[in-house]
């Protein structure tokens, strides 16, 4: 009789297809619940800048190129066009106050000089002349009133002697009118006489006051006119060096063109240019400091220029008293830190290409062991040429990978190798 063989359940094949989908289904739950999911990049730990995270005093400063210049310098500028006759000393040269530098030539100027002289001349003989003119005239009017005095005399005792006569009947009617129809003629023509003689010295006063007058003004017209022919030497305003001389023997120079300069060397300041950004921060008293010969000195913002050119504006800067450094020259370019507040206590961090990438919102701390990096989100606040101010996500003792990030994309960790 036929026995029923029972099918079994699991059969060795059946519990290996089972097992090895158990192994499967344990391997991703690992990788799901214990495995790292960050993206990871090896980088060789030497080609990376790694800085430290510190303590200290945050100074907002900037740095900007300075310019030596002396603390005065005064511009030759030609005041009246001419033709350079002749140089008296050489660019470079130590002058002293008044001192000849140039001297030009000008006909048009030297001919007008002279046609003022002329005149000049011309109308002091006609006031010269004028004058005995009018005092001989004077003269003559007062001889003829002199005789119309004297026979203004004759007539009146004539008349005076008439008068007795007529009375007692000596002289007749005719004779005593004819007397004193002559003095009164005569004592009208001297009372006309005298009108005329001092009318005329009125008249003489006036006109030679008049000429005086236009001799005043021709004798300080031909004072500016020497002025201007003394315009044609060019000389030292003040004692210093002259620098910058560009002018050549036989060469023209229009009126208002410069030609040099005179430096005072007494002192020396800075010129600097400074972004227009920090127009609003910049003010005198503002200090700054720079290195020379292996020595620190300071600066202080003595005037600030508003103009703002090119995007920048201009300042210049004095040394403290008694600290020009020995053997600076004019012209040459000094690098300046120029403070703009003064300083407190911050979490500092080095400055470095990362900021590029990341705009100071994230970086890469490396852990103790030295072994990686992982990204972490900071905030930074003011800078400067070296520092950022940290306001947090990092403290005191962090290393931070300082170097460029463009080339690690969207990666969370640095593997250092």
Known sequence: MDRVIEKKKYTPKKIA???GAALVLVVILYNLLFAEHASKLNVDSKRITVGSVQDGVFQEFIAIDGAVEPLKTFYLDITEGGRVEKIYTDDGR??????????????????DFMTRETQL???????????????????RKMNELAEIEYNLALAERAYTRNKM?????????????????QYEYLRKRKTLGERSVKQDAQLMDERLRQLDESIRRMDANINMARNTLNNLYVTAPISGQLST??????????????????????GYKVRASIDEHYISRI?????????????????????????VQAGTFQVD???????????????QTLQIRLNLNDGGKAVLLPRGGFYQSTGGSWVFVVDESGDYATKRNIKLGRQNPKYY???????????VVLSSYDSYGDIDRLELK
Not at 94 to 107: A, F, P, R, Y
């Open 17 to 19: 297809l089972i097992a």
């Open 94 to 111: 130590m002058v002293e106050k008044g001192d000849t530098i140039l001297k030009l030539s000008n006909t048009t100027l030297q001919i």
């Open 121 to 139: 001349y011309d109308l002091m003989n006609e006031r010269q002349n004028s004058e005995i003119t009018m005092k001989q005239d004077q003269i």
């Open 165 to 181: 006569l007529i009375a007692e009947k000596v002289i007749s009617q005719e004779e005593f009118e004819a007397s004193k129809d």
């Open 245 to 266: 001389l560009k002018a050549e023997v036989g060469e023209s120079k229009g009126a208002g063109e410069n030609i040099g300069q005179v430096d005072d060397m007494n």
């Open 283 to 307: 003010y005198p008293g503002l200090e700054g400091n720079f290195d020379f010969n292996g020595q620190n000195y300071k600066l202080k913002v003595a005037k600030v220029f508003p103009e």
């Open 317 to 331: 800067m004095e040394f403290d008293q008694g600290s020009t450094p020995e053997g600076i020259r004019r012209g």
């Open 389 to 399: 101010e940290v306001l947090d996500g990092l403290e005191p003792g962090d290393k």
